[in-house]
């Protein structure tokens, strides 16, 4: 089953990871099952496609700066996927970011969560609902947290090293995002990253059905 794989990934890079840093229940605030999970907001444009629509929504991200060897540490980009992101989860990313000196910062996926552009998800609605426009979301996001990071330590135009990281399908933005805007990531890890899009691919519906039956 996919959802078993990325498991089944994840937990295989956890180990690697946790075996090549400290033990993961060292790394993060004790006990805790996340990072933060206060929320930060930004203006993001609905969509980047139009020269003449100007509209915005209200995009949730979440920060942690405690590990970031300031000021030219590198910054992790966890981008979140298809689901509500209500904070930065204390796992074996939190090792890495401890290990590297690195911040952590995740933009919550439009439409998903608290970061829906639209009460109402109809049809007409859901039209700028597209990973291109997740993309695009995702630089705006990097270009708008580096301003922020340059007045935080009082400078301009200094660029940290960003590395993005997705599993599943926020996996596939990670790629993508590294293709399409190479001189804004150093690197990306594209985990179990759902790349390849196949039209009307019913043998995925056949997985989660066979097991089901067993
Ligand atoms: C920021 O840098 C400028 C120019 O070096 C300096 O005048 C100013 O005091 C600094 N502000 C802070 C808050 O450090
Ligand atoms: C999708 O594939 C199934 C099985 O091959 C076929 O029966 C169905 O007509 C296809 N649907 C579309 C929209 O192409």
């Not at 840093?21 to 930060?40: M, Q, V």
């Not at 995009?59 to 300031?70: G, I, K, N, S, V």
């Not at 009082?154 to 090293?161: I, K, L, V, Y």
């Amino acid at each position: 089953m996919m959802g078993s794989r990325v498991r089944i990934v994840f937990l295989l890079l956890a180990f690697l990871f946790a075996r090549a840093a400290e033990p993961i229940a060292a790394a993060a605030p004790a006990g805790s099952r996340h990072l933060t999970k206060d929320e930060r907001w930004m203006n993001q444009r609905l969509d980047h496609f139009s020269p003449t629509d100007h509209r915005q929504f209200k995009q949730r991200y979440f920060e942690f700066l405690d590990y970031h060897r300031a000021p030219g540490g590198p910054v992790f980009l966890r981008i979140c996927g298809e689901s509500a992101c209500d904070g930065i989860p204390n796992d074996y990313l939190a090792v890495l970011a401890k290990k590297f000196g690195a911040a952590v910062v995740t933009p919550e996926h439009r439409y998903y969560g608290k970061s829906s552009p639209f009460k109402q998800l109809t049809t007409e609605n859901l039209r700028f609902l597209s990973s291109k426009q997740a993309l695009f979301d995702l630089a705006v996001f990097r270009q708008y947290y580096q301003e922020s990071l340059n007045a935080r330590y009082n400078r301009s135009g200094f660029d940290n090293p960003w590395f993005v990281i997705g599993v599943s399908y926020s996996g596939a933005l990670s790629a993508w995002f590294r293709l399409k805007f190479p001189h804004l990531t150093c690197g990306s890890l594209a985990s179990s990253g759902v790349v390849l899009a196949v039209y009307n691919y019913t043998d995925f519906d056949k997985q989660v059905d066979s097991p089901l039956r067993a």
